[in-house]
């Protein structure tokens, strides 16, 4: 069992930047691929990017690429999502996701683990 707890949400004007952590439980959180995931009011969960166990391997939606960058500290137990230059269009829940086997995934049904989320909202 896998429990997720993000941080780092809030309200930030467009251009600027925030910092997303999400916290594991356990102590094989290195075993697992992490990523984030995204969804806005009216729409369904996006996929925004992920990361392997080992932090080897990224990847990210072409929405974000240049801007966001994901990393994870195994030591810590936290993988990170740094958001810059922020759009009105990234505001929504944003939440994390872990998948055992270590290898990431972009599918949010290939996750077995959730956070609750947290609300990032970017004004204009």
């Known amino acids: 069992q896998v429990q997720l707890v993000e941080s780092g949400g809030g309200l930030v004007q467009a251009g600027g930047s925030l910092r997303l952590s999400c916290a594991a439980s356990g102590r094989t959180f290195s075993t697992y691929a992490m990523g984030w995931f995204r969804q806005a009011p009216g729409k369904e969960r996006e996929f925004v990017a992920a990361i392997s166990w080992s932090g080897g391997s990224t990847k990210y939606a072409d929405f974000v690429k240049g801007r966001f960058t994901i990393s994870r500290d195994n030591a810590k137990n936290t993988v990170y999502l740094q958001m810059n230059s922020l759009k009105p269009e990234d505001t929504a829940v944003y939440s994390c996701?872990?998948?055992?086997?270590?290898?990431?995934?972009?599918?949010?049904?290939?996750?077995?683990?959730w956070g609750q989320g947290t609300q990032v909202t970017v004004s204009s």
């Open positions: 996701a872990a998948r055992r086997g270590g290898v990431l995934s972009t599918t949010p049904e290939d996750n077995d683990y």
